[in-house]
C-alpha cells in the first residue's frame, strides 16, 4: 500500500504532520522513496537545510521532486526569500553530496508561464548513494518542451539554454517595438 505523508507549518488538508522546524523532519533516514517539495523553498530563509532533511528522507534510489519559483512577485508566508536559476540543481546536488549523500539531479527546468507571473523552477533527484544502477532512465524532459535552461543527466550544456528571463525577453521586445525596430503583428 502506498503511503503519503504531508507535512505543513499549520494544519490543512492535506497536512498529516504539523512541524516547527523546516530543518528536522520528523521522520526516519530513508523512510520515502519519493519526497516532493512544491512552493517551499523560496519561504525556507534556509532552503539548503531542507534540502538535505529531504535527502536524508529518501531511501536509496528515492526520488526527489523540487519545484520553486524562478521568478514572480513577493508573496511572504512568512518571509520570501529566493528564487531559483539554472545552475540551482547543480548546486544543491553539490551541497548533498558535500555531506555525505549520494544524489544524482536526473533534470531541471525552468517552466514558461501559464496566464500568470510564476515560472517555476523545477529539479529532480535520486538518491542513489554512489550506485548507478539506481538512476531511473525516465524523464519528464523527453515529453515536455514548455521550457528553458532545461539539464537532463548525461547532455552536455543547457537545453533550449537563455540568458534573458521570459520577462525580461518579452520587455526586450516591447521595447524594440516601441523603438520602430521591431514590427509587430497583433
Request: proline fraction near 4%; include cysteine; aromatic fraction near 14%.
Amino acid at each position: 500500500a502506498e503511503c503519503y505523508v504531508g507535512y505543513d507549518f499549520v494544519e490543512g488538508v492535506g497536512v498529516d504532520v504539523v512541524v516547527e522546524d523546516p530543518y528536522s523532519l520528523p521522520a526516519a533516514d530513508g523512510s520515502f522513496g519519493c519526497v516532493l517539495s512544491s512552493s517551499c523553498f523560496e519561504h525556507a530563509e534556509f532552503f539548503w537545510l531542507s534540502f538535505l532533511e529531504m535527502v536524508r528522507i529518501s531511501g536509496p534510489g528515492g526520488l526527489i521532486y523540487l519545484n520553486a519559483p524562478s521568478n514572480g512577485k513577493i508573496h511572504r508566508y512568512p518571509y520570501d526569500c529566493w528564487r531559483f536559476y539554472p545552475d540551482s540543481g547543480i548546486a544543491l546536488q553539490r551541497w548533498g553530496r558535500k555531506n555525505g549523500y549520494g544524489v544524482t539531479l536526473l533534470e531541471s527546468f525552468t517552466s514558461y508561464q501559464k496566464n500568470d507571473c510564476w515560472n517555476d523552477f523545477v529539479a529532480v533527484f535520486c538518491r542513489d548513494d554512489g550506485d548507478p544502477t539506481l538512476i531511473p532512465e525516465s524523464r519528464i524532459l523527453a515529453d515536455f518542451s514548455d521550457y528553458k535552461n532545461g539539464y537532463m543527466l548525461g547532455v552536455d550544456g543547457l537545453l533550449s539554454g537563455s540568458e534573458l528571463t521570459e520577462d525580461m525577453a518579452r520587455r526586450e521586445i516591447a521595447a524594440r517595438a516601441s523603438l520602430g525596430v521591431l514590427e509587430v503583428a497583433w
